[in-house]
């Protein structure tokens, strides 16, 4: 039993229970060393099932019991069918516990009974159980704090709960890679002064929502890309760097054509005001990457003309303001239809004003420029509205034009109708004169033309035939050609998907490599596998010897009891011959009478011997079997268990005189 007790044992600190180096057998297991590992074994088995037992025992007596019957409930439930209560666990047996491990070892799942048989390290058996507590508390439905009983409290965090705020983080992605290289100061920056990502939201609690967020946007990006070049990429038949870098050129010219389109000033607000567009004009610069120019928008207006023409320098207020005038109505009447208003404008704007001669005071001369600039404004805002009146009369002449050459169109096209009649019918009355003889000519023409007609459609017809099949040929081979490149497009997109599933397999593969080298790395060097297949040897070896003396034994007791027959069948015979011929001579004389009495009695006494012998040999065995219980019942630990159950019977009725004093306090 040592070597299935020391398996039962690793096999047990690999899901996680601490047994201690001083245990080396069930029978030193006491009841909450016994109480985890059968948890333990349950979590891994089934972790919805164990995820709401404890691992240890409560103080109080009765929640030890029911405790105890829970985890019988849940072997059980396991598929135990043995003999098991809440007395297995409280008041441990050496047998019972033994197969109910045997049991409990058996049903783990495969990856740990391999694992089990290699020795691992504690960091090996602390990432494990990580694992099972955390799948454990994820296979638990979440509880509001004033939900949760007191059993909830023990598997849920009662710790305050917060609001799910996110954050921008800046994590230092690693670049390195075939065609990558990653700048020295980014590595310098990364290195010395990018904080750590727990330092970087300003309060503790946002961490793990940032994480989330970051993480799922990166995740969803990718999925996103996936998708889209599976879907649109993989047409184009260009690489994802050649895609990525058409789909930002199109980006860059959408946007460009839209700022383009938002600097360009409506014909409704061409005379309302000045419109800048310096910060449009730099955005669409910077946008197409070369150095600003004054002439980025090809088109210009009439407002920006003029801020051109009117901040120039001149040599005097009064003929700036002349000139100003003078040239906005050059370039707004440059239409003949208002070419008559040039004349009235520059009438009512002077060209030059007298200068004030003498001295003046600085004073005076700033008032004079007040006035001749407030005149002046009043005079360019008459203008301006003149303007506009006079816009919107050649707005309405225009359109009145429009209407008018729309009906002389309309006029020209019946005009034009009507003339055809006219020739027909005047074409018409010509030929009444000779109508039997134009009748003829004009029968002998449509013939012609029929002849003509069918002749035209036979050789359209030889020329049709080959020109169809050519054409059916060319669809052919486009329709073929199609076939061929939509198979090819799916045998990429499979092979695509392959691709993927196998990096993800190797993903995986390289992650359990890396983790079975540290294994091995943490595992110690004088512990090995062929020990342990040693060590089973040995034990197989050592039952078959045992069954082969089993069958040694049975085959001499089988001897034996064919011997005890032969001999007893010829005692058997012998006497009923010795008993005839004595019997006989018996009746002739009487010496021989009396020694048929002393063999009768001999024979009475071997029998008696026998059955005397036969007796002692089934008391012995009565006796071997009653001391093997014996022997069982001290290692089954009844007095103590007995001494067991009494000071809980003791305990059990001191709480419950504590329960009743503070129910009748109460």
């Known amino acids: 039993m040592e070597e299935v007790d020391k398996i039962l044992i690793h096999a047990l600190k690999q899901v996680g229970t601490e047994i201690s180096e001083e245990v080396g057998s069930v029978k030193q297991f006491t009841s909450e060393l016994i109480v985890e590992a059968v948890v333990r074994c349950i979590r891994v088995i089934n972790p919805g099932l164990g995820s709401g037992l404890p691992t240890s025992l409560p103080p109080g007596m009765s929640a030890r019991f029911r405790v105890g019957m829970s985890l019988a409930q849940a072997c059980q439930d396991i598929g135990y069918k043995g003999e098991i209560g809440y007395q297995t666990f409280l008041y441990s047996n050496e047998p019972e516990i033994r197969s109910l491990l045997m049991f409990l070892v058996e049903k783990l799942p495969r990856e740990s009974a391999e694992t089990s048989d290699q020795p691992t390290g504690k960091s090996v058996v602390l990432q494990r159980s990580i694992a099972a507590a955390i799948k454990a508390q994820l296979s638990v439905p979440w509880l509001p704090p004033n939900c949760r009983l007191p059993l909830n409290c023990e598997t849920q965090s009662p710790g305050e709960l917060h609001c799910f705020h996110v954050q921008p983080l800046s994590l230092a992605h690693c670049t390195k890679g075939p065609g990558k290289k990653q700048l020295k100061e980014v590595r310098d920056y990364q290195r010395d002064i990018l904080l750590p990502v727990t330092a970087q939201p300003s309060h503790h609690s946002f961490v793990a929502a940032s994480i989330l967020e970051q993480h799922t946007a990166e995740l969803s990006a990718a999925q996103e890309w996936d998708n889209e070049w599976n879907s649109q990429g993989l047409l184009s038949r260009l690489t994802p760097q050649e895609y990525r870098s058409r789909k930002l050129g199109r980006l860059r010219k959408r946007i460009e054509e839209q700022l383009r389109s938002a600097a360009l000033p409506s014909p409704e607000s061409a005379f309302s005001g000045p419109c800048s567009s310096s910060e449009l004009s730099e955005l669409l610069q910077s946008f197409r990457g070369t150095a600003p120019s004054d002439h980025i928008l090809t088109k210009g207006t009439h407002f920006t003309h003029t801020q051109k023409f009117s901040f120039t320098q001149v ?249 005890i027959n032969n001999l007893t069948g010829k005692l058997d015979r012998t006497f009923a011959v010795t008993d005839e011929l004595v019997f006989k001579d018996a009746k002739k004389d009487e010496s021989v009478r009396k020694s048929y009495k002393y063999l009768a009695a001999l024979h009475e006494n071997c029998n008696q011997l026998i059955q005397t012998i036969e007796d002692t040999g089934t008391i012995l065995r009565e006796i071997r079997d009653l001391e093997e219980q014996i022997e069982a019942e001290h290692n089954n630990k009844t007095v103590a268990n007995l001494e067991k159950i009494l000071d809980d019977y003791k305990a059990i009725r001191q709480e419950n005189s504590a329960l009743t004093a503070k129910v009748r306090e109460g």
């Not at 407030?374 to 360019?380: E, I, R, V, Y």
């Open 315 to 563: 040599r005097s207020r009064t003929q700036t303001w002349a000139i100003r005038l003078s040239e906005d109505t050059k370039f707004l009447l440059c239409s003949p239809t208002v070419c008559v208003c040039v004349c009235f404008l520059q009438e009512a704007v002077p060209v030059t004003s007298p200068l004030p001669t003498g001295p003046q005071s600085e004073t005076e001369i700033q008032l004079r420029q007040q006035e001749e600039l407030t005149s002046l404004q009043h005079q360019f805002q008459q203008l301006c509205s003149d303007v506009d009146q006079l816009a919107a009369d050649l707005k309405h002449t225009s359109v009145t034009n429009t209407q008018v050459l729309d009906e002389l169109k309309q006029r020209e096209l019946g005009n034009s109708e009507k003339d055809e009649k006219m020739q027909v019918k005047k074409k018409t009355v010509d030929l009444l004169p000779d109508a039997d003889e134009n009748l003829l000519k004009l029968q002998a023409l449509v013939e012609a033309s029929a002849n003509r007609v069918v002749n035209l459609a036979s050789q359209w017809e030889k020329h049709r035939a080959p020109l169809i099949d050519e054409h059916r040929r060319l669809k052919e081979i486009c329709s073929n050609q199609d076939m061929e490149s939509s198979r090819k497009l799916t045998e990429i997109k499979s092979l695509h998907d392959k691709i993927r599933v196998s990096s993800e397999e190797a993903k995986k593969k390289e992650e359990i490599y890396k983790q079975l080298v540290t294994e091995l790395e943490n595992l110690p060097q004088d512990a090995s596998r062929s020990a342990y297949t040693q060590r089973i040897l040995e034990i197989v070896g050592n039952i078959k010897k045992q069954k082969e003396e089993i069958t040694k034994i049975l085959s001499d007791t089988k001897e034996l009891q064919k011997e």
